[in-house]
């Protein structure tokens, strides 16, 4: 079984297909399909300062929906891996019949493992129905990515901060809106992703972020980060015509 269908999951199935007969395979994904990454020349205007800096003038509610409805801008399987992986899993089932082979459960996750002598018991459940069920097997690949932990002394630093639906606020400069005055500004980067969008852990303005907080801690603008440049207008930009 394999649990997980992001691009290192489907790596792992790719080259579980490639090697010898296996006779049968779950694969197991909280999915309720397998997408590609959106990376298209458009959707990469998502990530840049302007579109930044429009989405900083949201509200929090509709920037929690923006990254939920973005997310294979930033995450997903490269699409010629997907085509890959369908032909495969196509051919085996359909064309050579063999019916046990590949199993894809999508919206289903790991509910429970247990060793049991030499297989493990498993038990399933659906995140639509909630309906589960237990299934034995012999082997089990966990690819399901990483939780980010914060580090200890960062939970002092977050009780100062002012929050807004269980989020610390922070600024545009990235700096932590706090309940008390401090002797300076504490900022706050790669832990933002609904304040500041997909863009924040992203490498892609790694440069940007680095310069807003320097220009905001020597107080002037060092690096010119006026740039409104971008592909995408809005209704208020026109100009008004009678």
Partial sequence: MLVGAGQSGSEVMEQLLSGPPLKQVLWVTLYDNLEPMDDCAFTNEL?????LRHFQTQALSHRREWVQAKRLSSDG????LANQLFSKIYEHRFVENKNAGVKLVV??????????????????????????RRVAVDRVILATGFVSNTAPFLDRIMQLACTENGLPKIRADCS???????????????????QHGLQNPNL?????????IINSIIGKEFYPLNSNRSMLSRVAELREER
Avoid: H, W
């Avoid at 990530?47 to 579109?51: D, E, G, L, R």
């Avoid at 892609?204 to 807003?212: E, F, G, I, P, Q």
């Fill in 204 to 212: 892609s303005l790694v440069a940007y972020r680095n310069a807003t």
């Fill in 77 to 80: 399987l490269s699409r010629d």
């Fill in 107 to 132: 919206s289903a996750c790991l509910d429970s493992l247990r060793q049991n002598d030499a297989a493990f018991e498993a038990v399933l459940k659906c995140t639509e129905t909630a309906v589960t």
């Fill in 176 to 194: 932590l809106e706090s309940r008390i005055a401090l002797p300076g500004k504490i900022y706050l980067q790669n832990r933002t992703r609904i």
């Fill in 47 to 51: 990530y840049t300062p302007a579109y």
